[in-house]
């Protein structure tokens, strides 16, 4: 499947998680907090926010597009058009900051509800206890110094969801990503 990663949602999820966290964040805590949120997304709702992709790595899941974001950044000629960059810092040491305010102009309230939600069950914690709390996750697999790609069945799985309602939730994101690709998104 490869549904489109939807950047400018992405940005305004992590807007609200820094700005919960007055403004600035270790860049992997931020990263350990939008995947729960796209994970609780998939339980509740059978899709996720981000649509990016995800893995396991070392120090536990991560979305990979976003990840690439903080890490990469864009190349030069194209960080005009990054919304991402427009909004937060590449990392200084660690830390990542909000550099304006962000709208949420393109998140649903629910979704909204949703990422307050999870910074107030886990906004407490630091980057070690969230890795410490992906690595208990069932669909974290100790990729050994690499990376290993985390599919949504594996998620759907994980969560509990019987083989019928994975099926079911796979048909409709294919049909999704049918619908992105007509319409160029």
């Known amino acids: 499947m490869n549904l ?6 992405t ?6 998680l820094l700005q919960r966290q007055q403004g600035t964040m270790n860049y992997m805590k931020l990263l350990k907090l939008l ?30 597009n ?10 030069p000629g194209d960080a005009a058009k990054s919304y991402w960059l427009q909004h937060i810092s590449a990392p200084a040491g660690y830390d990542i ?3 304006s305010e962000v709208a949420s102009d ?4 629910a979704e909204v509800a949703l990422i307050e939600e999870i910074f107030d069950r886990y906004g407490k914690y630091d980057q070690w206890e969230l890795e410490k709390l ?14 290993v790609r985390i599919e949504y069945q594996d998620i759907l799985k994980a969560l509990g969801k019987t083989d019928a309602q994975i099926s079911a939730v796979l048909q409709e994101l294919e049909h999704l990503e049918f619908t992105q690709a007509i319409l160029g998104k």
């Open 97 to 99: 900051q909000l550099k």
């Open 11 to 16: 940005t305004q999820m992590a807007a609200r």
């Open 66 to 75: 976003t990840l690439n974001l903080i890490s990469e950044g864009v190349p």
């Open 134 to 147: 992906h690595h208990e996750l069932p669909e974290y697999i100790d990729p050994e110094g690499s990376r």
């Open 4 to 9: 489109k990663f939807d950047e400018a949602k």
């Open 106 to 109: 393109k998140l649903s309230k």
């Open 35 to 64: 995947y729960f949120v796209d994970r609780e997304a998939l339980s509740r709702w059978n899709r996720p926010v981000s649509f990016d992709r995800y893995y396991s790595l070392p120090h536990g899941q991560v979305l990979s």
